[in-house]
């Protein structure tokens, strides 16, 4: 059994990490929104990570100010903590997470298996604003069974007191439904995608010609999804656990990962794609020794 301080320790470090990575994050969703009119920032791809980006950025405030404060002795109102309205908050951003990684994935899939039909008729500017749509008004049917539920604060131990004395619990049921949806189906789903991406690229002459940035750009896609992937089974592992030492353990594990999904769309796309570092050096004035050529190092100027 891992001990509390640790475990406080460990989200501790994580959260200030993640609060220094958060204007990265804001910096990469203003640099591609202004940007949006040029090639290859009007393009599809970079409409799902804006969207996918400020979904981060909102899910970071949001768990920051309704779960991590309680967690560091910060405690907000309390008959506003033992309302709903903090796993609902939470529920509707993490599912707009997903949407967000579901068609990013898809993206890549018919970019890579059907290129033309890619171009010109499945990934339309309307179709687009359609999925984005989707994408936020969707998750709000989650809150639907929340006006069903009973919410009961819980302690593990007079050392934990402070870590779950403002924090609403789900119901069993509800939280084990939600938990198989986003770590099984979701991630499965997602998984099937980029296998048979990377399939394509490792396999196909025709793919894999234009040179190993289609292989880039899959890559980057996929490492957001492996965070999300680790925040599913966390969550699956808290749901499932029966030990409340355990599912302290998973929660706040859940929390680390989330700091990291919440931050790694900019970060991962920043690394692996000089496009977007070359727009970043110019709009914030780096040094010179950071600017590099976009020739030939964009998947979306190839598809």
């Known amino acids: ?11 501790f470090i994580s959260s200030i990490i993640s609060l220094i990575c958060l204007p990265i994050n804001i910096c990469f969703v203003y640099i591609i929104f202004i940007e949006r009119h040029r090639p290859p920032y009007n393009t599809p791809f970079f409409r799902l990570c804006i969207h996918l980006s400020v979904a981060d950025i909102l899910m970071e405030v949001f768990v920051t100010i ?8 910060y405690c907000l109102n309390r008959p506003l903590m033992n309302t709903p309205i903090p796993i609902a908050g939470m529920q509707y951003l993490g599912h707009a997470q997903a949407i967000g ?12 298996y059907f290129p033309i039909k890619h171009r ?17 008004i969707f998750p709000l049917f989650f809150w639907i069974p929340l006006k069903f539920l009973t919410f ?4 593990v131990d007079d050392k934990t007191h402070n870590l779950e004395d403002n924090y609403p619990r789900l119901t069993k049921q509800y939280h ?43 890559l980057s896609a996929f490492i957001i999804f492996v965070c999300y ?7 699956l592992l808290c749901a499932f656990t029966t030990d409340a030492n355990n599912e302290l353990f998973y929660h706040t594990m859940w929390f680390v990962v989330n700091d990291i ?16 570092r070359k727009a970043f050096v110019r709009h914030f004035r780096c040094s010179s020794k950071f600017r590099v050529s976009t020739k030939n190092n964009s998947l979306l100027q190839q598809i």
Request: aromatic fraction near 12%; charge should be positive.
């Open 229 to 235: 992937l680790f925040s599913g089974i966390f969550n």
């Open 66 to 73: 309704f779960f991590k404060c309680s967690v560091f002795g």
């Open 101 to 112: 990684i579901i068609f990013i994935a898809a993206n890549r899939f018919t970019a890579v």
């Open 152 to 155: 009961e604060e819980k302690h």
């Open 120 to 136: 010109q008729s499945w990934w339309t500017s309307k179709t687009t604003t359609y999925i984005l749509l989707f994408q936020w």
């Open 176 to 218: 084990l439904i939600i938990s198989v949806a986003d770590g099984i189906f979701i991630n499965l789903i997602v998984l099937i995608l980029y296998g048979a991406i990377f399939l394509r690229v490792h396999t196909h002459v025709v793919v894999r010609k234009p040179g190993e940035l289609a292989l880039r750009l899959a």
């Open 261 to 276: 999904l919440c931050n790694s769309s900019a970060l991962v796309l920043l690394a692996l794609n000089r496009p977007i």
């Open 1 to 11: 059994m891992i001990p509390t301080n640790i475990i406080i320790t460990i989200e």
